[in-house]
Each structure stands twice: as C-alpha cells, then as structure tokens.
T-cell receptor, first 114, second 114 residues
C-alpha cells in the first residue's frame, strides 16, 4: 500500500560507476519530483515531471538524467558517480503541478560513494 | 527569490513540555503556500500542513498548532505536551504561485526526552 516507493533503499558503489534509482507512485498523481538531501539535511529540488514532461531542471550536473516511462514512474540515472553525489535522494509526487498541492515523499535512497 | 529560514538548528525539551518551532519566509509574491514536513529518525518525510497566503487563520490539529502571521512573515509550529515520538527534524517550506520550486528551510531537529 506504499504510496511513493523508491528502490533501492541503500546504494553503496564506487566512484565512476553508473547507477539508477527507481521511483513509483500509486496515487494517480500527475507530477513527480526528485530531491537531494545532503549530509546537513538540506533539501533541494533536482527535477520535476508533469505528465512525463520535464518542468524543472535545476542546476544539477548533466550526469544526472531523469527518465519517466509513464506518469507513475520517475527514475533517476546517474553517470560517473562522484564523492559529492553521496546523499539521500527523495522521490515525491503531487496531484498536479499547482503550487498549493502538497508533495508526498518516498522513504529515500541513501547513496554512498566509496 | 524565495527563502525560508529556520533559525533553531536543534531544540531539546522534556516530555510534556510545549515547544514552538520558528519559520520565517521571504518572497515578493502575493500568492504563496507554506508547508510543514516531519522527518522522523526512520528518514521518511511526512506532510503535516499547508497554509495559503490569503488565509491567516491559525490551525489546530490535536497537539499541533500553527500560527501564520503575514505581518512578520512567519509560520510557526507549536507542539503542546510534547511526546518522545515527536522527536524528528521538522522542515518548513515555501512555494509561490506558478512556480514549481519548493524551497525548504534547513530544518529544526527536535529531541523530546522522557
């Protein structure tokens, strides 16, 4: 019954590798997001998709590429991982892209780069 | 530009004490939305409340209450008779009308001791 689910929950890998994080929501929402939470707990939006179209692309490195096969899924692929990519990545969704819509978050994926 | 400031980095109280978490925001927009989220030690982000800029009514939900004051650009959160389960990091967030960027404060870590 999980509303927004991310896999994997933990990801430990070496510098230079490529990895993906998957996200699925069963809420029927139109809009999905990816956030990065650093070691100081600061949350910053990375991407947003509305009905499979990118509507935000914050200043993240182009090594990060979101992919949305349908509106229930928003995956995050990261190429050539760097030490600074270590963080917790949160997927979220909202009913639509309206600013008043609360966002519902997944449990997060803790990415550790060795 | 939008900004959210949570000046209290950490707060520690003893069970049954009341505690107020401060949130001050900055925006030039007249239509905006404020949110509070809770991040317990397990790591997930839980939506608590949303307020609209045109509705300054305070809100109470059980032991939780929120005080929205446009005159001071504040949206403070009070927990009455705190419990150990209230221990978490609490985030205040701001999103303006027609903007897809949700700006989070740095969070306040609340520890409730038995």
């Amino acid at each position: 019954d999980t509303a927004v689910s991310q896999t994997p929950k933990y990801l430990v890998t070496q510098m230079g590798n490529d990895k993906s994080i998957k996200c699925e929501q069963n809420l029927g929402h139109d809009t999905m997001y990816w956030y990065k939470q650093d070691s100081k707990k600061f949350l910053k939006i990375m991407f947003s998709y509305n009905n499979k179209e990118l509507i935000i692309n914050e200043t993240v490195p182009n090594r990060f590429s979101p992919k949305s096969p349908d509106k229930a899924h928003l995956n995050l692929h990261i190429n050539s991982l760097e030490l600074g990519d270590s963080a917790v990545y949160f997927c979220a969704s909202s009913q639509d892209k309206a600013a008043y819509q609360p966002q519902h978050f997944g449990d997060g994926t803790r990415l550790s780069i060795l | 530009a939008q900004k959210v400031t949570q000046a209290q980095t950490e707060i520690s109280v003893v069970e049954k004490e009341d505690v107020t978490l401060d949130c001050v925001y900055e925006t030039r927009d007249t239509t905006y939305y404020l949110f509070w989220y809770k991040q317990p030690p397990s790591g997930e982000l839980v939506f608590l409340i949303r307020r609209n800029s045109f509705d300054e009514q305070n809100e109470i939900s059980g032991r939780y209450s929120w005080n929205f004051q446009k005159s001071t650009s504040s949206f403070n959160f009070t927990i009455t008779a705190s419990q150990v389960v209230d221990s978490a990091v609490y985030f205040c967030a701001l999103r303006v009308y027609n903007n897809n960027d949700m700006r989070f404060g740095a969070g306040t870590r609340l520890t409730v001791k038995p």
